[in-house]
């Protein structure tokens, strides 16, 4: 049983606790090509000793040849260019990996902003691709945590916290309990209309006028 998947991309990899703790505490974990080099650069920090990720995964664009044949074992080359190696690292999970009960992309932000964008607005994108059922997946970095949502929603959040929702939907309306702003007449004709806001409650809960895509970010 892997429950919980850590998915490591080669962008900024996280020196604060949360993330670190999540890859401490993870059953399996999948390096995206050159997010290896930073992987075993951090492990003994991170670990108390030197470990390797179980999987390396993509088009080994980054990772160097010497790299690539020493690591050999543990690699998996995709040439395919239609998805990214983060997309790639999530659908070799899904289809190989049993019991997933979570999956936490860490190291996808910082570095090039396309990229950045790119990759958040992929978690929206896997909600449609593939049949997550009961599994949950997060982008996590040092700033704060992104996930996708399809319908309505309550989740734990704390009073005080920043939440921004995003969605491509302009017919969608949510409205929201536990915000220091309610979103209900919000229209989503634009990235910035529903963010930047304030949870006040311990829960928030959002109840979406149809089934879409949206994305929540918590700082």
Request: proline fraction near 4%.
């Amino acid at each position: 049983m892997h429950s919980n998947v850590v998915i490591i991309c080669d962008g900024k990899f996280p020196k604060t606790e949360y993330p670190r703790y999540l890859i401490r505490s993870a059953d399996f974990i999948i390096c995206c090509d050159g997010a290896l080099r930073k992987f075993l650069r951090n492990s003994t920090a991170i670990f108390g000793e030197a470990r390797l990720p179980d999987l390396v995964i993509g088009d080994m664009d980054t990772l160097p040849a010497a790299m690539q044949k020493r690591y050999s074992d543990i690699i998996i080359k995709e040439t395919e260019q239609e998805h990214n190696d983060q997309t790639k690292a999530v659908r070799w999970a899904l289809n190989n990996l049993k019991g997933i009960d979570s999956i936490h992309i860490l190291g996808a932000t910082g570095g090039r902003t396309d990229h950045t964008i790119g990759n958040t607005s992929l978690l929206m994108e896997y909600t449609r691709m593939f049949d997550l059922g009961d599994i949950s997946i997060e982008m996590v970095s040092d700033e704060g945590t992104v996930f996708p949502i399809n319908d309505t929603i309550e989740f734990e959040c704390g009073p005080g916290r920043s939440v921004s929702i995003f969605t491509p939907d302009n017919s969608l309306k949510i409205r929201s309990e536990g915000l220091m702003y309610p979103t209900d007449e919000v229209i989503f004709d634009n990235w910035w209309k529903a963010t930047l806001n304030k949870s006040i409650a311990d829960t928030v809960k959002l109840e979406l006028s149809h089934r879409s895509i949206a994305l929540i970010m918590l700082d």
